[in-house]
């Protein structure tokens, strides 16, 4: 199985600051025959389903504010928030769906400062 | 647009079996999967298997084979997953989510049913 390890477990930032969680993977998760990589982040908010933010590891889902963006290749992956918004409170999960088991990471923990 | 409705919670006792449905809409149920992922309190996400919505072929999470089922009715458009002998530490929140065409992220995903598994 892939085992996705998320930094920081836990984050503190101030408003309008940028915030960066970093997600690595045990094995690549870069398909060689697309040049893919197979790596997606979700927001989950208290009491609701997780949200997708970013798939192929750079691809912003329709609808996803472009202060979220998504960087990195192989094995080593980060989430880039550009300005903290209040409303970005929540827990973020990088997953890989290269091959099954479709592993998340623990998740990482994101609040105001 | 796109949905993902889930029956209602369940309390179960232990060694007992459960089976969630989500329903779906607003896309053609056949050209992709449906994924399972549960959370338990306070936990992180765990994938526990995919279901072909083309045909019906599945592949599980290794911990769980043996107890868990995955089932699909086109006709209705309706996603199940069946868990048998049930624990307390199957208690969770279950999601079903929809695998994007092409891609296998997670794009939709249901409000979630939770589980309570107690004596």
């Known amino acids: 199985d892939i085992v996705m390890t998320q930094s920081p477990d836990s984050l503190a930032v101030s408003l309008g600051e940028r915030a960066t969680i970093n997600c690595k993977s045990s094995?690549?998760?870069?398909?060689?025959?697309?040049?893919?990589?197979?790596l997606a982040w979700y927001q989950q908010k208290p009491g609701q389903p997780p949200k997708l933010l970013i798939y192929?590891?750079?691809t912003r889902e329709s609808g996803v504010p472009d202060r979220f963006s998504g960087s990195g290749s192989g094995t080593d992956f980060t989430l880039t928030i550009s300005s903290l918004q209040a409303e970005d409170v929540a827990f973020y999960y990088c997953?890989?769906?290269?091959?099954?088991?479709?592993?998340f990471g623990q998740g990482t923990k994101l609040e105001i400062k | 647009q796109v949905q993902l409705v889930q029956s209602g919670a369940e309390v179960k006792k232990p060694g007992a079996s459960v089976k969630v449905s989500c329903k779906t809409s607003?896309?053609?149920?056949?050209?992709?999967?449906i994924s399972w992922v549960r959370q338990a309190p306070g936990q992180g996400l765990e994938w526990m298997g995919w279901?072909?919505?083309?045909?019906?072929?599945?592949d599980y999470a290794q911990k769980l084979q043996g107890r868990v089922t995955m089932t699909t009715d086109t006709s209705t458009s309706t996603a199940y997953m069946e868990l048998r002998s049930l624990r307390s530490d199957d208690t969770a929140v279950y999601y079903c989510?929809?695998?994007?065409?092409?891609?296998?992220?997670?794009?939709?995903w249901g409000q979630g049913t939770l589980v309570t598994v107690s004596s």
């Open positions: 989510a929809r695998l994007r065409y092409g891609s296998n992220c997670f794009d939709y």
């Open positions: 607003g896309y053609t149920f056949t050209s992709s999967g």
């Open positions: 279901i072909s919505g083309i045909n019906g072929n599945t």
């Open positions: 094995q690549s998760v870069l398909y060689s025959s697309n040049n893919k990589n197979y």
């Open positions: 192929w590891a750079s």
């Open positions: 997953q890989q769906y290269y091959n099954t088991p479709y592993t």
